[in-house]
């Protein structure tokens, strides 16, 4: 399957390498796209390495498609793509998925991934990010749009050392989600 993995600029983004390292030993292609604010966790040659394929950063770039034809990149890859999971989703960018916002390499492929593709998201932030009542809303319109499957974040002892919801998922269990989403999307005998 072509696994195509967002990573935000959180504390977490260094969980999203062994997501990727995960998903690559258990025989799927990867791709990851970055926010602008992810190069400051986690470089994009640790994913390009775990990958074997290029990271994608900016929007504003045009590239080839597999079969080598030329392309605009964020289509390409959202074609590409049969399922897309960002891990960990800041609350920036959680928001400009509930608005509707693509200024970024992520946010426009997204935009540009076909409903018929699953699309996980698996939220990271410090509890009182969580939840500020902007970002509960945010969750709401996200929810309503019935589009996204989430991987909801758990409690635990942060980054910042405050006790409480916002750790990213376990890489277990975002492994879990994604098989068990391709397994409801299955097509039926
Ligand atoms: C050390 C550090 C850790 C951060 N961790 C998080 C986080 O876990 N979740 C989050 O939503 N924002 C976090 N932020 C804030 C984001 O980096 C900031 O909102 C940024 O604009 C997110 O942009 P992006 O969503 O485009 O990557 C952190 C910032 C710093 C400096």
């Given at each position: 399957?072509?696994?195509?993995?967002?990573?935000?600029?959180?504390?977490?983004?260094?969980?999203?390498?062994?997501?990727?390292?995960?998903?690559?030993?258990?025989?799927?292609?990867?791709?990851?796209?970055?926010?602008?604010?992810?190069?400051?966790?986690?470089?994009?040659?640790?994913?390009?390495a775990l990958t074997d394929h290029p990271v994608m950063l900016q929007a504003l770039a045009t590239g080839h498609s597999p079969d080598g034809a030329s392309a605009i990149e964020h289509i390409s890859w959202a074609k590409w793509a049969d399922l897309a999971i960002v891990a960990p989703l800041t609350a920036s960018t959680l928001g400009k998925l509930a608005?509707?916002?693509?200024?970024?390499?992520?946010?426009?492929?997204?935009?540009?991934?076909?409903?018929?593709?699953?699309?996980?998201?698996?939220?990271?932030?410090?509890?009182?990010?969580?939840?500020?009542?902007v970002v509960q809303r945010n969750l709401r319109w996200l929810a309503e749009l019935e589009r996204y499957t989430f991987v909801e974040p758990v409690s635990k002892r942060?980054?910042?050392?405050?006790?409480?919801?916002?750790?990213?998922?376990?890489?277990?269990?975002?492994?879990?989600a994604i098989e068990s989403t391709v397994a409801g999307h299955a097509p039926q005998p």
């Open positions: 399957m072509n696994i195509l993995v967002g990573v935000c600029g959180g504390i977490a983004a260094y969980k999203a390498a062994d997501l990727c390292s995960q998903l690559v030993k258990k025989g799927h292609r990867v791709r990851v796209v970055m926010t602008r604010g992810a190069p400051h966790f986690v470089g994009p040659i640790t994913f390009e608005c509707g916002i693509a200024d970024d390499a992520l946010t426009t492929v997204l935009m540009a991934l076909p409903v018929s593709k699953p699309c996980l998201l698996a939220p990271a932030m410090n509890t009182a990010m969580w939840d500020a009542p942060l980054a910042c050392g405050d006790i409480g919801v916002g750790g990213l998922a376990e890489v277990s269990d975002m492994v879990d």
